[in-house]
Nanobody
Framework: VQLVESGGGLVQAGGSLRLSCAASGRTISRYTMGWFRQAPGKEREFVAR????????DYADSVKGRFTISRDNAKNTMYLQMNNLKPEDTAVYYCAAGPPLASSIAGDFGSWGQGTQVTVSS
């Protein structure tokens, strides 16, 4: 499956952005989907994931209550709604597709997008 992220940009603290991850090649309904991010000089970190059925979601503590992951299997697209953004959310955000039992570990995911930059100013 090929993944392409969009929706990143520059936003002030407290603002919102919605990231999209458009898939092609295979339907995302076959995969557990995830969002990760990587800030300059830091390791790639888990943000959120949703199981292939969409019945279970999981979030990093740092984004819980502010970010929402969702998917539209008919459009073969995944989303990340980000509200109340903080400067520490600044990073390149990546979407990823993995097998049904993929956890919050980046190594569980086999397909990755190219990333989209999110910058939150204070």
């Amino acid at each position: 499956v090929q993944l392409v992220e969009s929706g990143g940009g520059l936003v002030q603290a407290g603002g919102s952005l919605r990231l999209s991850c458009a898939a092609s090649g295979r339907t995302i309904s076959r995969y557990t989907m995830g969002w990760f991010r990587q800030a300059p000089g830091k390791e790639r970190e888990f943000v959120a994931r949703m199981t292939l059925s969409g019945g279970s979601t999981d979030y990093a503590d740092s984004v819980k209550g502010r970010f929402t992951i969702s998917r539209d299997n008919a459009k073969n697209t995944m989303y990340l709604q980000m509200n109340n953004l903080k400067p520490e959310d600044t990073a390149v955000y990546y979407c990823a597709a993995g097998p049904p039992l993929a956890s919050s570990i980046a190594g569980d995911f086999g397909s990755w997008g190219q990333g989209t930059q999110v910058t939150v100013s204070s």
